[in-house]
């Protein structure tokens, strides 16, 4: 029987013989905050997506201690992902290099009814995967600083052809040069401490209705209300080598997920994909800080 680590090796070697596609510069990030809503019946789910430059040093001093991981640069970029769905409540806080996204480090705070902390810091070839967790005797309510479980992975994963956070697949959809796009791009995700590939096309222009905040520079808030044109782009998780179903989780979205961008102003105003259990829903834009 092959052991897990062992499979993981044989799609490590797969995988080395896949060119990652060369990842252009941010050219300009569209926005700095986005808030999103989705209702399904009487269910109500809700995301929001920061982005902020920080400087070298103050990332570097959050990074966990990792042999030959990737160190922060002076253009280090940190997004803050925040989303909350039938009473649980989910904050990853990213770290990636703004010249070619590629991952540092992320973690990951869940609250509410079900309680873990989980870390990934890249390197060349390997991701370490920590999972933090309270022991049963622990108050609800204690800080996750003090929880004491505690379990480390080194997950082999070929790094060197840049891994990207699922997060900031908003940043090479929007941000990046839209020549880049003419033809669909693979790019490789890391999710449930295994390397996922997933393919990005961008489809058709539609016509889409939309009601939101928008907040630009010092001006006050203004409200964008009525029909505009949206640019759809589909991300698709690929098959893995080994034959498993390829994944990627996005704002709690599971699976394809179809993006639709403001052909103008290039920010998201609607993700559509499948929230488990409930089934296929609309996320919409509901402000935006640009």
């Known amino acids: ?12 070697l797969v995988y080395s013989s896949v060119a990652a596609s ?28 920061e982005v902020s430059t920080v400087p070298q040093d103050e990332a570097q001093a959050v990074m966990v201690p990792f042999e030959g991981a990737f160190e ?16 649980r409540d989910s904050l990853s806080q ?12 992320r973690i990951q705070l869940e609250t509410g009814k079900r309680r ?40 082999p994963a070929m790094t060197q052809n840049v891994v990207i956070e699922p997060s900031a697949l908003f940043l090479l959809v ?17 999710s449930d401490n ?3 590939r997933v393919r990005i096309t961008r489809q058709d222009t539609v016509e889409l209705r939309t009601r939101f905040e928008d907040r630009q520079g010092d001006q006050g ?7 505009r044109l949206a640019v759809l782009y589909k991300l698709e998780p690929l098959p893995r080598p080994d034959g498993s179903e390829g994944k990627m989780q996005l704002l709690g979205l599971e699976g394809a997920i179809e993006l639709f961008v403001d052909a103008e102003t290039r920010l998201p105003l609607q993700i559509s994909g499948r929230i488990p259990p409930v089934g296929q829903v609309q996320i919409r834009l509901q402000s935006a800080v640009r």
């Not at 922060?72 to 009473?87: Q, Y």
């Not at 999972?131 to 005797?137: F, H, Q």
Request: hydrophobic residues 35%.
């Open 194 to 196: 295994e390397l996922h």
């Open 22 to 49: 060369e990842i252009p510069n941010f050219e300009q990030i569209p926005f700095s905050k986005l808030d999103f809503k989705a209702k399904k019946l009487m269910l109500t789910a809700t995301a929001s997506l």
């Open 94 to 105: 990213v770290w990636l290099l703004s010249s070619e996204a590629r991952a540092l480090q």
């Open 174 to 190: 929007t941000s990046t040069p839209d020549s880049w796009l003419d033809e669909p791009r693979v790019v490789h995700t890391f």
């Open 116 to 155: 873990r902390k989980k870390i990934y810091r890249f390197a060349p070839n390997e991701v370490l995967a920590r999972r933090i967790t309270p022991t049963d005797d622990q108050p609800k309510e204690q800080e996750p600083e003090r929880w004491k479980n505690r379990w480390d992975e080194r997950v």
């Open 72 to 87: 922060p640069a002076e253009e280090t970029l940190r997004l803050d992902v925040r989303s909350g769905f039938l009473g």
């Open 221 to 227: 808030p203004r409200t964008v209300e009525g029909r």
């Open 1 to 12: 029987m092959v052991s897990r680590r062992g499979l993981q090796l044989a799609c490590l």
